[in-house]
């Protein structure tokens, strides 16, 4: 047992601190996501979503639910998670892009920082908006509201945007201190505490007869096929080769040496899922959450119909979403320009290609892998859609299947292990893999 990488993990006292700390903040994560804002009757509020998930019509409320573990059918203090800091970081990058200003200011020292700042304060606003829709949402349930309407709007709108600041700074916790990503886990969290709840609901289904046992046995040698198939993916490189010359710099010789440059299969990893879902989180918590009253108008009604996330248009926007931010995020991170300017700086070259050459080949070799991976994002993206359609499966079901929770599991599931892998080395202890080659990505 002296050499088993599990039981290393545990006598590791770093190690073991920080998975601790890990399953502590989670469990307190998983705690706020219970609590019900103050002013709303939580019998009526349970009894309102056991009807709608009888009648199979809260396709909106399960995509919510799915990335907070049930947070947001609980209208709990935590029920936006961190889904409003990733949709700010989206605008924030954007920003910086179109706006010189903000450019300059992100390439000073602790212009990072700066930028940091004002993603955090942005986050606020996001927050300050969709929680007003959800105080919307609520008032139009019967009898669930317990309060006055304005002070019930207040009161909701500053715990909903406080629990999700806490979260942000709980995930910040769990970066410094824990294990893996922080925010990846928070996402990460949430989905896994759904994996009960739907498990139950597939058998329940099956035990009806509303879903035949064969589709289920189909579905999950699709969904074991679907893992392989992103594990794959993830770990796929293209390897561009460069050579640096020689050159001597006062008494000691420099470069001679051959190295690469390693561009993955799939250059911005999970980004543009999750930046296509944040994207179209926003207005489908608006649209929808004022779609709800009696005197909805009728384009309100229509858009809300539109933004269905089991719907047919929202499936290509999302599609649509995910092969933009996979050029635009692979621009920003990579840029061929870049990456040129400091090949030749350092006197390198790239064998068969003209120096004044090199940026347009980088620039061709990213399109090449930019196109069919942002494909295979789009494609994964919309199995859940296909197999809830194509099998009767329950959106909750289904959603775990594929799309942006799959690959989030995966994702943040290997990152883990990597800095776990990374720790057991340091302390030179065996890796949890026999060659211990798993590497570390950046999820969000």
Not at 18 to 44: E, H, K, Q, S
Request: aromatic fraction near 10%; include cysteine.
């Amino acid at each position: 047992m002296a050499s088993n990488p599990i039981v290393n993990m545990f006598k590791v006292k770093e190690i073991r601190d920080r998975l601790f700390f890990t399953v502590i903040i989670l469990a307190i994560f998983r705690l706020g996501c219970v609590i019900t804002i103050p002013g709303i009757d939580a019998g009526v509020l349970l009894e309102y979503f056991n009807n709608l998930a009888k009648e199979n019509s809260n396709s909106f409320v399960s995509y919510m639910d799915f990335f907070v573990g049930g947070a947001f059918s609980n209208f709990s203090i935590l029920m936006l998670g961190v889904m409003p800091y990733i949709s700010m970081q989206i605008i924030m990058q954007l920003a910086v892009i179109i706006f010189p200003g903000l450019k300059r200011i992100s390439q000073e020292d602790g212009g990072q920082r700066k930028i940091a700042q004002y993603t955090r304060l942005g986050t606020i606003l996001v927050c300050l908006f969709q929680s007003l829709g959800v105080t919307v949402y609520a008032s139009s349930i019967p009898n669930c509201v317990i309060m006055s309407d304005v002070a019930f709007k207040i009161l909701a709108m500053l715990t909903v945007t406080t629990g999700s600041m806490v979260t942000i700074w709980l995930g910040d916790q769990i970066t410094a201190r824990g294990i893996g990503n922080g925010i990846s886990m928070m996402i990460f969290a949430g989905i896994v505490a759904r994996m009960p709840n739907a498990i139950a609901e597939l058998v329940q289904a099956v035990i009806a007869d509303d879903v035949k046992l064969v589709f289920v046995i189909l579905v999950l040698i699709m969904f074991i096929a679907i893992i392989a198939l992103v594990i794959y993916e993830e770990s796929g490189q293209r390897k561009i080769p460069v050579h640096y010359a020689k050159r001597v710099v006062g008494r000691k010789m420099y470069g001679g040496q051959s190295t690469y440059i390693p561009f993955k299969v799939n250059p911005s990893n999970v980004i543009p899922l999750i930046f296509a879902s944040s994207i179209l989180t926003l207005p489908l918590t608006l649209v929808s959450t004022f779609a709800q009253g009696a005197s909805s108008k009728p384009w309100v009604v229509a858009v809300s119909r539109v933004l269905n996330p089991s719907g047919v248009w929202y499936n290509i926007l999302l599609v649509l979403l995910i092969i933009f931010f996979a050029y635009f995020y692979t621009q920003v991170t990579l840029n061929p320009t870049e990456i040129a300017k400091n090949i030749r700086e350092n006197g390198g070259s790239i064998p068969g290609i003209r120096t004044d050459k090199t940026e347009e080949y980088l620039t061709k070799i990213l399109n090449r892998l930019i196109l069919p991976g942002s494909l295979f994002l789009a494609v994964i993206a919309v199995i859940p859609t296909i197999i809830q359609h194509a099998f009767n499966f329950a959106q909750s079901v289904s959603m775990l299947m594929g799309g942006t929770s799959l690959i989030i599991m995966v994702g943040v599931d290997l990152d883990t292990m990597s800095q776990v892998e990374a720790l057991l080395k340091m302390h030179h202890h065996e890796g949890l893999t026999k060659k211990g080659k798993l590497s570390s990505r950046n999820n969000l």
